[in-house]
């Protein structure tokens, strides 16, 4: 029976000692980003350093620009979306070439996006002029498509 109890005792500490470290980690992961949040999805601490991600937009940001009738393009997206990965390292160069300030909401950390910019699947594009929308681009599209987006709505 004493061997049973300090068995168990071994593995509740084990587990506790698990749950401390996981938690450090993950304060670690979060600290310094630049979602302005103490704890951060896995999923978008893999993507903290990736240059692709850079020009993040937090929500009260985005609604300010929209109230002050701004003009604004963005990038709605979601960390863990295959397409979203897949989209972006095509769409960013695009607009760093075209010179498109294109700012990136991040779906995953702020889920009240979708339902605030009617985003019904990741990625979407809006261009928003005078803060009203004047189009999107809804899923991962071919680069003449994102290039013509910005051309026509962006650089016009």
Request: glycine residues 6%.
């Amino acid at each position: 029976m004493k061997k049973v109890l300090v068995f168990g005792g071994i593995v509740v500490l084990l587990f506790g000692l698990l749950a401390v470290v996981n938690s450090m980690k993950q304060s670690q992961l979060a600290e310094g980003n630049p979602f302005g949040k103490e704890r951060i999805a896995p999923a978008t601490a893999e993507l903290i350093n990736d240059s692709n991600y850079q020009n993040v937009i937090l929500p009260e940001e985005l609604e300010e620009i929209l109230e002050d009738n701004g003009d604004v393009t963005v990038y709605f997206y979601s960390s863990t979306c295959p397409y979203c990965k897949e989209a972006t390292p095509r769409l960013v160069p695009i607009s760093e070439e075209l010179g498109v300030d294109l700012v990136q909401y991040n779906l995953t950390e702020f889920e009240d996006g979708y339902s605030d910019y009617r985003i019904e699947s990741t990625p979407t594009l809006i261009h928003y002029e005078d803060g009203e929308e004047v189009n999107r681009i809804v899923g991962s599209a071919p680069d003449d498509e994102y290039r013509a987006f910005f051309e026509e709505h962006v650089n016009n």
